[in-house]
């Protein structure tokens, strides 16, 4: 296993410390935050949802996160060869090329969604989301979003997620997340301000922080699950391959601790947003997924400057989406690189490729492609459910049985220690949670997807 770390020394690594946890905090954070916990949270109770997501973070997200952290850094490689590598002769490198084609299944619906926050942040400086009924406001999401549309600024975000890939690691992806990161919890914060001037700012922070345990059913307990296990990127390879690029002084369990803590407060902070503004106005906060395109915009062109907090809104979605894309990107661009023997710009190129490929499928589910389905879903959301229900937990499952029961102890030891300079105490509880906890828990994620249970 030495030979492992030695194998490799020209390989990139981030810069500084603060690069490493920039990067991965970035990859963590995304639209799963910002978009998904705050309908997840309203149609699930507000506080009794929160709680239970809280939970599941520190039981299964750091577990899960640190075991991809040991295989990255420890084998300094992609997702496919981290695999090769501690288990040669054997079939789970499988279980890499899940990671590479579940992200390029991502990256093809993921980009269109991330279009539209561009595409909204242009059409709230020139107030055309200022809409004055709920059948205008859907009517103007469907123009907005229709295929043509879809695929213009779909392209116009990849393009953006090129420029950032295409300068490497460090000048790259880590210098891009150093300043996007930043500007990113900045915005946060002003809305976090913003809301506490709201009239029903009470009201939302009861709805959020004060649980009604009565509302905490199965239901409610498989969805804090599922958003805990996907809002952190687990099942994919993202953080294995970010991790492959920590240098050998970061400390993989307190660094797992931090992007965790980082990534649930975002999420916290995103509730912090919203909910007090849906009060504040008279809605539902059961709006489900229509509530950040549709009724946050309606909201809002409500307030004073109106058209600016929806401009800096879809801003705080872009910047979240371009941090996740990259890193999504990344898995099948470190593979190329290293198993195919691309070079760099060669490999963000093909990577680039097969996502435009892809995005221009489910772009066009809403304009030509409509009425096109397999299995009676379009492509958008066909590429939505198989990755999100099916692969990532799937190559979840993988990583936790893999480190847990076939991964020799000193190595993960070694890893997480620094070959003994530093202590980590709760090795043999995260290996056990690694070994028992977390497999069940993604399988009942996996039968709840399904519609099993």
Same mark, same amino acid.
């Given at each position: 296993m030495e030979l492992i770390r030695e194998e490799k020394r020209e390989r990139a690594v981030f810069a500084t410390k603060l690069g490493a946890i920039a990067t991965t905090v970035g990859s963590a954070v995304g639209l799963g935050n910002i978009?998904? #916990?705050p309908y997840e949270a309203g149609v699930h109770g %507000? %506080?009794?949802f929160l709680i239970c997501y809280l939970g599941f973070v520190f039981l299964i997200g750091i577990p899960l996160l640190i075991a991809e952290f040991v295989m990255g850094r420890g084998t300094r490689s992609n997702v496919f060869g981290a695999y090769r590598k501690l288990s040669p002769g054997t079939r789970w490198d499988l279980f890499g090329v899940l990671g590479i084609i579940t992200s390029l299944i991502i990256l093809s619906f993921y980009t269109v969604v991330a279009g539209w926050?561009?595409?909204?942040? *242009?059409? !709230?400086i020139t107030g055309e989301l200022n809409f004055a009924t709920e059948e205008a406001r859907h009517e103007g999401f469907m123009v907005l979003t229709n295929g043509g549309n879809s695929m213009i600024w779909t392209n116009v975000f990849i393009a953006f997620n090129f420029c950032i890939l295409i300068g490497g690691v460090t000048k790259g992806i880590e210098r891009a !997340? /150093?300043? *996007?990161?930043?500007? #990113?919890? +900045?915005?946060?914060?002003v809305f976090c301000i913003n809301s506490f001037f709201l009239p029903g700012f009470w009201e939302g922070m009861n709805y959020l922080f004060w649980p009604d345990f009565s509302k905490i059913t199965p239901s409610v307990i498989l969805g804090a699950l599922g958003q805990a296990f996907f809002s952190m990127s687990l099942g994919l390879g993202c953080m294995m391959t970010y991790a492959s690029y920590f240098n050998s002084g970061s400390r993989l369990g307190k660094t797992a601790v931090t992007t965790s803590i980082l990534d649930t407060m975002v999420a916290v902070l995103a509730g912090v947003i919203i909910f007090p503004a849906v009060f504040s106005f008279g809605l539902s906060p059961s709006a489900g997924p229509t509530l950040v395109f549709e009724v946050l915009p309606h909201i809002f062109y409500q307030l004073p400057g109106g058209g600016i907090w929806s401009t800096l809104f879809f801003l705080l979605l872009f910047l979240a989406s371009l941090t996740s894309t990259v890193s999504l990107s990344e898995i099948s661009i470190s593979y190329f690189c290293e198993e195919k023997g691309m070079t760099r710009g060669k490999a963000v190129m093909v990577s680039? +490729?097969?996502t435009? #490929? %892809?995005?221009i499928l489910c772009a066009l589910s809403f304009g030509p492609l409509a009425g096109f389905t397999i299995f009676g879903l379009d492509f958008f /959301? *066909? #590429?939505d459910y198989v990755s999100s229900n099916v692969l990532m937990p799937l190559g979840g499952l993988g990583c936790s049985v893999f480190v847990g029961w076939f991964v020799k102890r000193q190595f993960i030891e070694n890893e997480l220690t620094d070959h003994g300079k530093y202590k980590f105490r709760l090795l043999k509880?995260?290996?056990?949670?690694l070994q028992w906890i977390c497999p069940a828990a993604i399988i009942l994620i996996f039968l709840n997807s399904i519609g099993a249970i």
């Open positions: 978009w998904r #916990f %507000g %506080g009794a926050t561009a595409e909204f942040c *242009l059409a !709230s !997340s /150093n300043i *996007l990161m930043p500007l #990113f919890f +900045l915005l946060l914060v680039t +490729l097969i435009i #490929f %892809g995005a /959301n *066909l #590429f509880i995260m290996v056990f949670f």
